[in-house]
């Protein structure tokens, strides 16, 4: 079960300095992608962008961006912000903390970046202050953010229509949201329905999308 538009309430049960969303005072759009970088979906994806001058986030794998640098390479050759997503996707309900710490440590080595996003979106609060508490990464000015999001595009649900799914995204994204996308073959055939038509909808309606 998964709700495409966050509730205020679960915001208040996690910890206030996890970011869900940004400024409502302003006309932005944050798109982030989890789970690559992979062959033929992460570039048709940073092709997709280009075509509508968006940048993102992508909330990357370690293990993928092993098995894929060329791929890792070209998202930052594009200018698109790179987090991190643990090395081996790890859900950190079900994880011990020293793993889970060790496994986000792994893959901070490989991205070097002050982005983080939990698999599922499920930490627990002690993970939360292993992580925000380690050092911030080598010609990084900040101490490691946790992002969340406000919509969930449910691209990954194969119950989900991709009409469906766009419809979804597009009632419930505002100025500010972060709205999370995958960029893996789960989330493929919905995603490369959802993700044009949204941007297109968005430009008309005067957004701009921003990296976090």
Avoid at 176 to 192: P, Q, Y
Wanted: hydrophobic residues 35%; proline residues 6%; glycine residues 4%.
């Amino acid at each position: 079960m998964y709700l495409i538009k966050t509730p205020l309430l679960l915001k208040k049960i996690y910890p206030k300095n996890l970011l869900w969303n940004k400024s409502r005072a302003d006309k932005n759009i944050f798109l982030t992608f989890d789970d690559g970088p992979i062959p033929i979906v992460t570039p048709w994806v940073l092709k997709t962008l280009k075509n509508f001058d968006a940048k993102a986030t992508f909330f990357c794998i370690g293990e993928n961006i092993i098995k894929h640098p060329e791929v890792f390479e070209q998202l930052k050759a594009d200018g698109h912000q790179v987090g991190n997503h643990t090395f081996n996707h790890l859900k950190g309900w079900k994880t011990d903390d020293k793993i889970y710490f060790e496994n986000y440590l792994k893959c901070q080595q490989i991205t070097q970046t002050n982005l983080f996003r939990p698999p599922y979106g499920r930490i627990k609060r002690s993970q939360i202050k292993l992580i925000q508490a380690s050092n911030k990464p080598e010609n990084i000015n900040q101490k490691p953010t946790i992002i969340m999001w406000d919509v969930l595009s449910g691209d990954f649900d194969i119950n989900l229509s991709p009409e469906k799914c766009l419809k979804n995204i597009l009632r419930h994204t505002e100025n500010g949201s972060i709205v999370v996308f995958h960029d893996s073959i789960k989330a493929w055939e919905t995603l490369k329905y959802v993700l044009p038509k949204a941007l297109e909808n968005w430009t008309k309606r005067g957004y701009q999308f921003k990296m976090l």
